[in-house]
């Protein structure tokens, strides 16, 4: 990987840093329990329609990465440069290619956890899972960079519009809002990559379907929310007075959220399809919570209790690759305890935090041991001051 080793630069809104790191912090959390079984109801996914803490944390990374890509994109003065064009491609092909290599490092550690050799266990390349959480962040990157560069500024309120309303129609007429493998998300994923290629999940009944929820086909939505995180750093840019970026992101935060609570009684909010209305009500919370550390931390200075996430959000790429690679070492390295295989994840929770702090809460405890040590790797890296770009 073609990283850059930077001294961070410290003319930027500390709050956009720790949004992110919120983020990442959060998406490890709820990726990480003790055990799936016994997860807290706010720390899982809503099953089909709805919305939970859980759901949250994704889009908001989404919408700080649309704010980020306004900051970055400036250089270039929003020109469709070669220069320009060629970094947003590079970038979008190295997100996704790290995220097939982390899906591939997870095939190879429980294939080498079930006894198989090495050649066998990383040549499973038949039943890869092409997309997943990395290669969406680098789809809707990709377009949504490119669309910015090649597309007048005032122009791009209309695409996020047609964007929207044209997912929704195809939602609306395809099956969209049905968990079943007619539904076309589904159809299109499968004539593109094949089932083998894809993630596989539960309908109410019980039945196993191929069903992708970073599909190919609901990338659409997800560029048109990169694209409105990318109108908030407008905002935030040529409004240099924080009280004035607090107003404007609470009023135009609160008008997408109540959008899209209003609008899911015709289009259901609706994570694993990023439904159109999931895409307003993410993006309006987003600019919201936004808003408000920007009035705690950038206006009253109160930022001691946001140092933690300071670390995850200067490096996010970087700490959430680490964890996915920690995560699948923990699962798939065995011990042996008492004349029983267990993997060191088992053994930490169900050895050393079942036995008294129960099955919910001793999965919490997990998890957030888990991502204490995924900020000490960010945080070694924020104290030698290393910042790693793409």
């Known amino acids: 990987m073609n990283v850059t080793l930077s001294p961070r630069q410290d003319n930027r809104l500390l709050s ?5 790191g ?3 912090a959060g998406m ?7 055990s799936w079984t016994y997860a807290y109801a706010p720390l899982k996914h809503a099953h089909w329609h709805g919305l939970t803490p859980t759901d949250l944390v994704f889009p908001f990374f989404m919408f700080i990465m649309g704010v980020s890509t306004f900051m970055s994109l400036r250089k270039f003065n929003f020109e469709p440069s070669k220069t320009a064009v060629w970094k947003i491609v590079r970038r979008t092909f190295l997100i996704f290619v790290i995220g097939l290599a982390l899906g591939w490092f997870g095939q190879l550690t429980r294939g080498l956890a079930s006894g198989e050799p090495f050649g066998v266990a990383a040549s499973h390349f038949d039943t890869l899972r092409i997309l997943g959480v990395l290669q969406r962040l680098a789809l809707a990157y ?26 929704y129609l195809i939602l609306r007429f395809g099956k969209g809002f049905e968990m079943s493998e007619e539904n076309i998300i589904a159809v299109v994923d499968k004539a593109l990559m094949g089932t083998s290629h894809m993630y596989k999940d539960t309908t109410p009944e019980g039945v196993r379907i191929a069903f992708e929820p970073e599909g190919l086909l609901s990338t659409l939505p997800s560029v048109a929310h990169v694209l409105i995180g990318f109108l908030s750093g407008k905002l935030i840019v040529e409004n240099k007075d924080n009280h004035t970026r607090v107003e404007k992101l609470l009023i135009w935060g609160t008008i997408l959220a109540f ?10 909010i609706n994570k694993k399809i990023w439904s159109s209305t999931f895409v307003l009500t993410t993006t309006g919370f987003a600019a919201q919570l936004l808003g ?4 705690i931390i950038d206006i009253h200075q109160k930022e001691r209790w946001s140092r933690f996430f300071h670390a995850f959000g200067v490096n996010p790429l970087i700490v959430y690759v680490f964890a996915g690679v920690m995560a699948n070492l923990v699962a798939n390295i065995r011990l042996n305890w ?15 935090l079942r036995p008294w702090a129960g099955d919910y809460f001793g999965s919490l405890l997990y998890a957030l041991l888990f991502i204490t040590f995924c900020w000490l790797f960010g945080y070694i890296l924020y104290r030698k001051k290393i910042y790693i770009k793409l």
């Open 338 to 352: 008492q004349g029983e295989i267990i993997s060191v994840k088992g053994f930490i929770y169900e050895v050393l």
């Open 259 to 268: 959008s899209g609570l209003l609008l899911q009684y015709g289009c259901p």
């Open 142 to 167: 990709g377009f949504a960079a490119l669309t910015a560069v090649l597309v007048k500024g005032k122009l791009l309120p209309w695409v996020v519009g047609i964007l929207l309303l044209g997912y």
């Open 22 to 24: 919120i983020t990442i």
């Open 16 to 20: 956009l840093d720790i949004l992110r």
């Open 28 to 34: 490890i959390m709820v990726n990480n329990p003790g």
């Open 292 to 295: 408000l550390l920007i009035w």
